[in-house]
C-alpha cells in the first residue's frame, strides 16, 4: 500500500473542496477501496473519509411518494426498512443478493454504485489492464473472461459491473445527487455508469471531485410494487457475484401489460436497461411468448467477448424467468431465498 494523506472533512462543502485536489479519492465503509488499495490496484494520494459527514445516513420519504437515500445509508438498513421493501421490492431483493451480511451491514449505497470491476486482470499488477493503467492492454481478451461483457464492450476493455443494487435502481429510473466543485446537479443512473469506448478508465460520469449525496427513486416507480423481481444467478448461492441477473417490474391490467421495466446486471460495464424490450411488451397480453420475444429484443445486439457465449442465452433466459415471476405477483413471503428482505416472523422483515 502506499503512503497517503488522510482527511476527514465536517461538511460536503469541506469534503468536496479537499477531493478536488488530484490524486484524491473518497472513502465510504472502505469495502471495495481498501481491498483495492491493499492488493495496489488504487494508489491514491490522499483519502476523503466521508463516513463522518452530516445527513448522509438517511431514507427520507419524499411529499410525492418518491425516496430520497442518502448516500451513507448502509445496505443493510436500506434492504430492511419496511416502507422500500414494500414500494420498490426488486431493491430491497437486490441488495440482499449482494456480498455477505457483514459486509451489507458497512457497506453505502454510494460505495456500491461506485464499486470496481471485479475483472481479475484489474486487480492483479502483473497483468496488463487499461482500466487500471491507460494504453497498457487488456489480457481478459485473451485470458479468463467467462464471466466478462456481452454487450456494450469495446477492444480496449470487456469488464462488467459488479453492482446488484444498480440494476433495479436503473430499471426504476433512479437519479443521483451529485455535489462538485462547480456546484451541485442530478445525474440520471442510466448515464453514470459508462461504456468503455477506447478509454475504460472514464468509467462513470462523475467529474474530479464530485461526490454523490443521494440517490432518488420516483413516485412513478412505486406502481410496479405488485409485480416486481430482482433474479440473480450466480456460481454459488450466496457471497457471489452475479454471472447474469435481471430486473423485471409490469404493471398489468386485466393480463394486459401496461408498462414493462427491464434491466439486466452482470452483462455490462453498465447496468444495462434494456428499453426496446419493454416497449415491445406495452399493450400485448402477458404470456410466455410476449416475455420470450423480449428477452430475444433485449440481447439482440450480445456478442461474446470471449468464452462467454453461454452468457447471451443465459440472460435471454432470466429475462423470461424474472418476467414470468414479476407476473406471478411480488410475493408477501420469499423465506426460501436466502438473505429474503420479506419474513414468515411476525415483526420481522428478514429471514437471513
Ligand atoms: C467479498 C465481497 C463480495 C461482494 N459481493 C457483492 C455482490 O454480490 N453484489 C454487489 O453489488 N456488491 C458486492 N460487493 C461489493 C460491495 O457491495 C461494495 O464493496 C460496497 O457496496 C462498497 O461500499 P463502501 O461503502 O464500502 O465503498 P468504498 O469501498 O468506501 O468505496 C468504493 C468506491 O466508491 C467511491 N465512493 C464511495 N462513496 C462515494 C460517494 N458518496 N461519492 C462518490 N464516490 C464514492 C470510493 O472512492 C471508491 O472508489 C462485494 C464486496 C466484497 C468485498
Ligand atoms: S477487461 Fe477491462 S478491466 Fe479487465 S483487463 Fe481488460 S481493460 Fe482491464
Not at 101 to 117: E, I, P, S
Not at 229 to 234: E, F, G, N, P, Q
Not at 271 to 282: F, I, S
Request: hydrophobic share 45%.
Amino acid at each position: 500500500m502506499n503512503r497517503f494523506d488522510y482527511i476527514r472533512p465536517a461538511s460536503v462543502p469541506e469534503a468536496v473542496a479537499a477531493a478536488a485536489v488530484p490524486g484524491s479519492a473518497y472513502l465510504a465503509a472502505g469495502t471495495n477501496l481498501v481491498d483495492l488499495m491493499k492488493g495496489g490496484a488504487a494508489r491514491p494520494e490522499r483519502v476523503i473519509d466521508i463516513t463522518r459527514l452530516p445527513g448522509l445516513d438517511r431514507i427520507e420519504w419524499l411529499a410525492d411518494g418518491g425516496v430520497r437515500i442518502g448516500a451513507l445509508v448502509r445496505n443493510s438498513d436500506l434492504a430492511y426498512d419496511e416502507r422500500l421493501s414494500r414500494t420498490f421490492p426488486s431493491v430491497a431483493e437486490a441488495l440482499l443478493s449482494g456480498a455477505s451480511a457483514q459486509l451489507r451491514n458497512a457497506a453505502t449505497v454510494g460505495g456500491n454504485l461506485m464499486q470496481r470491476t471485479r475483472c481479475a486482470y484489474f486487480h492483479d499488477l502483473a497483468g496488463a489492464c487499461n482500466r487500471r493503467v491507460p494504453g497498457s492492454g487488456c489480457d481478459a481478451l485473451e485470458g479468463e473472461n467467462r464471466l466478462h461483457a456481452v454487450l456494450g464492450w469495446s477492444e480496449h476493455c470487456i469488464a462488467t459491473h459488479p453492482s446488484d443494487f444498480c440494476v433495479p435502481l436503473v430499471a426504476l429510473d433512479a437519479v443521483v445527487e451529485v455535489e462538485g466543485p462547480h456546484g451541485g446537479r442530478e445525474i440520471a443512473l442510466d448515464t453514470l455508469h459508462m461504456l468503455p469506448g477506447s478509454t475504460p478508465e472514464q468509467e462513470t460520469a462523475l467529474m474530479p471531485g464530485e461526490l454523490i449525496v443521494a440517490i432518488r427513486l420516483p413516485a412513478e416507480a412505486a406502481a410496479f410494487s405488485r409485480n416486481a423481481r430482482y433474479l440473480k444467478l450466480r456460481e454459488r448461492t450466496s457471497y457471489a457475484f452475479a454471472v447474469v441477473s435481471a430486473a423485471t417490474a409490469l404493471e398489468i391490467e386485466d393480463g394486459v401489460i401496461r408498462a414493462a421495466r427491464i434491466a439486466l446486471g452482470g452483462v455490462a460495464a453498465k447496468p444495462w436497461r434494456a428499453r426496446d424490450a419493454e416497449a415491445l411488451l406495452v399493450d400485448r397480453t402477458a404470456s410466455p411468448e410476449a416475455f420470450a420475444m423480449a428477452a430475444n429484443l433485449a440481447l439482440a445486439e450480445a456478442r461474446p467477448s470471449g468464452d462467454n457465449a453461454f452468457k447471451i442465452e443465459l440472460a435471454r433466459r432470466i429475462v423470461v424467468r424474472a418476467l414470468s415471476l414479476a407476473l406471478e405477483g411480488t410475493p408477501e413471503f420469499m423465506p426460501a431465498l436466502p438473505a429474503s428482505p420479506f419474513s414468515t416472523i411476525t415483526g420481522a422483515n428478514h429471514v437471513a
